[in-house]
């Protein structure tokens, strides 16, 4: 799956530390999901969504 999470984590200055502890998630969890290496598991593909204010579907894209 393709994601845009690198892109709404910049828009709110936001380090990878800081979306991984805000998250409950190491930041290599998160280098993982930006980089396409990893697709979250459907809890925290929410957890991402509800903390952006965007749906799933509008962070994670079917290749």
């Keep these: 799956m ?3 999470i690198k892109e709404l984590r910049k828009s709110r200055k936001l ?5 991984a502890e805000i998250l409950g998630v190491t ?7 930006e980089n396409n290496k ?3 598991t ?4 929410m957890k991402i969504s509800e903390f952006f204010e965007v749906t799933v579907n509008e962070i994670f894209k079917l290749k």
Excluded at 15 to 19: F, H, T
Excluded at 27 to 33: D, M
Aim: no cysteine.
């Design 27 to 33: 930041r290599q969890t998160i280098i993982a999901i």
């Design 15 to 19: 380090r990878q530390e800081d979306l």
């Design 42 to 45: 459907l809890e925290l593909a």
């Design 38 to 40: 990893y697709d979250p």
């Design 2 to 4: 393709k994601n845009n």
